[in-house]
Each structure stands twice: as C-alpha cells, then as structure tokens.
C-alpha cells in the first residue's frame, strides 16, 4: 500500500493544481442596461458615459491585482451581448475603460468591444499589458469603478454624431471576467447573469 502512496499524491497535487490554474479567474462586472440618446447627454461627469460605480463592482475583486495572484499581467474575457440596437447597419463600439484607485500619467486605460452592426454576442480575448494606457494605472492598488463609452466605429462619441437616432437606444448585457497570468479562461465558471441591471 505504501508504494502506491507517492503515485497518489503526485495526482492529488497535479489535479489540484490544474483546478486552481482554471479557477484563476473572477467576474469582475455583469451588467444589463438600455442607454437612450437622453441617457448619453446626461450623462454626468462625462457624455455618451455608462458607469458601472465600485458598488456594482464585484465585491471579492483583488484589491491589489499584481499579487498573490497576477491578473495585471494576465488577459480580460470580453462578452458583449448586443439585446437590441436601431435599424440599420450602422457600425457601433464600446470602449471599456478601468478606473484605478490610483493613477497616474492619464490616471486609466481602455479596451474596447471592436465594432458591431448588428444584434448579437462578441466575445474576445484580449491581453491586460497591450490596451490602450494599460501603464496609466497603478495595478497594486486596485480598481476603483468602470466608464462604458458609446461610440461610433471612428471613436466618435455617439452623442457628437448628427444622427444620434442610428445609436439610441440601445440595450445590451456586458460581462468582464478577469483571467491570471497563465490560466486560461473557463466559461463554465462564470455565474448566472448579474441582477446588476437597468430597465
């Protein structure tokens, strides 16, 4: 029986470590919104601005994300569900935009959706040390709240457009899941939909 003892335990410890390496990975906003062309130009500090504010954030989120589990460096999972849009094609984005405790340079940085003509999912992944001011943001201290940005496949804002009515209104669901270094992103442990939502 004694022999066997090794074998077992090399399992145990490369299963465990498996699950943990998949398990590297949490939910960081979930959110369902309709945004109308009243929403964008009321929208307070900043126009065409949807915020997701730290306390529809997810709670358990790192305070420090460089350690003792390294999601600075690691990827975001992406998922936009476009529920419904104008008629017509007219290509629409999001840029997605991380709000630090503390910053410094610009003080955030920006991923973005890429842009869409259509109702529909996209889902993508995208590396955390790539996107747009990815360095303006002091990682060990956390993030603070998230700025949703409607705009046009130009990066024009789309209360700037003439024809604000190819954007308004719109409803879509948006999930971040954040992904370690290292550790591959894994559907099967996201949760149910958030009941984070706005009529």
């Known amino acids: 029986m004694t022999t066997h003892r090794p074998i077992h335990l090399a ?3 490369l299963l465990a470590a498996i699950t943990f390496s998949h398990a590297d990975q949490f939910v960081l906003f979930d959110v369902t919104f309709t945004f109308t062309q009243e929403d964008a130009l009321n929208s307070k500090p900043s126009q065409s601005h949807y915020y997701v504010k730290s306390d529809r954030l997810n709670p358990e989120r790192p305070k420090d994300w460089t350690t003792p589990v390294d999601y600075r460096n690691g990827t975001v999972h992406l998922r936009l569900e476009v529920l419904e849009k104008p008629v017509g094609d007219q290509p629409t984005s999001w840029s997605v935009c991380y709000i630090p ?32 001011q990815n360095n303006d943001i002091i990682w060990s201290q956390g993030i603070k709240e998230m700025h949703l940005v409607l705009k046009d496949d130009k990066n024009l804002h789309a209360h700037k457009r003439p024809d ?5 209104p719109t409803k879509v669901r948006m999930t971040l899941i954040q992904v370690s270094k290292g550790a591959k992103y894994d559907p099967k442990l996201v949760p149910a939909p958030s009941s984070s939502t706005k009529p």
Do not use: R, V
């Open 11 to 13: 399992l145990l410890l």
């Open 164 to 168: 604000p009515e190819k954007f308004f």
């Open 101 to 132: 405790y503390k910053g410094q340079n610009h003080g955030y940085g920006c991923i973005g959706t890429g842009a869409y003509s259509k109702t529909g999912a996209i889902e993508k992944d995208l590396s955390m040390t790539t996107f747009w």
